[in-house]
């Protein structure tokens, strides 16, 4: 696979090939992802050639969201979102508005709005099924990310961590018997 998108000047050594080794190892096919930390579009573009039928693209940073906008308008599924998250409802209000498959969080680490999800009801956090965090500022809040390990195992999510040249958490809810 190769990006199909315009890429940022710092987009660094990054290839397609590096996203699908961190972010691949969960089934996109069909699903609605809500991408936060979207950047221009990278994510995004991997999800859906890997299958998603659309990406909900949240990015604050607003070089790289004009960026992410042009994408968007070049690559059918991108929905481009500029927002700065600020509160743990402004994540709330992304989850319950377009109900998502899957999460992928990756932000800056001190933003720290993978720990908002502490804070969010538990019929809100279960609306996705995949939860996938790029964890490489996570490393100095261990104590946040043993509560967020807690609290999806809690839910009934498959917790894993794989190391990578930085660590990735996903959280894949269990299939429950009827």
């Known amino acids: 696979m190769k990006f199909r998108i315009k890429q940022s000047l710092d987009a660094g050594q990054f290839s397609m090939d590096w996203f699908n080794n961190l972010y691949g190892q969960i089934d996109y096919k069909d699903q609605t992802v809500l991408d936060i930390g979207a ?6 573009d991997l999800f859906l050639q890997l299958g998603a039928k659309r990406v909900i693209s949240v990015e604050g940073k607003k ?3 004009d960026l992410l906008e042009y994408n968007s308008n070049h690559i059918d599924g991108i929905v481009p979102i500029f927002m ?7 994540i709330s209000n992304l989850i319950k508005n377009y ?3 899957i999460i992928k969080i990756s932000t800056w680490p001190w933003s720290r709005c993978e720990n908002w999800l502490l ?3 538990d019929n809100i ?3 996705a099924d995949k939860y996938i965090f790029l964890s490489n500022h996570m490393n100095y809040q261990r104590e946040s990310l043993l509560k967020l390990k807690k609290m999806f195992t809690r839910l009934n999510y498959d917790v894993t961590q794989k ?3 930085v660590p990735v958490i996903t959280a894949i809810r ?3 018997e009827t």
Do not use: C, F, M, V
């Open 163 to 165: 190391q990578h040249h």
């Open 119 to 121: 804070d969010i009801s």
């Open 63 to 65: 070089a790289w969201y």
């Open 99 to 101: 109900e998502p498959n």
């Open 84 to 90: 700065w998250l600020k509160t743990p409802s402004d």
């Open 174 to 176: 269990r299939q429950t």
């Open 39 to 44: 950047d221009w579009g990278r994510t995004a």
């Open 125 to 127: 956090i279960t609306i």
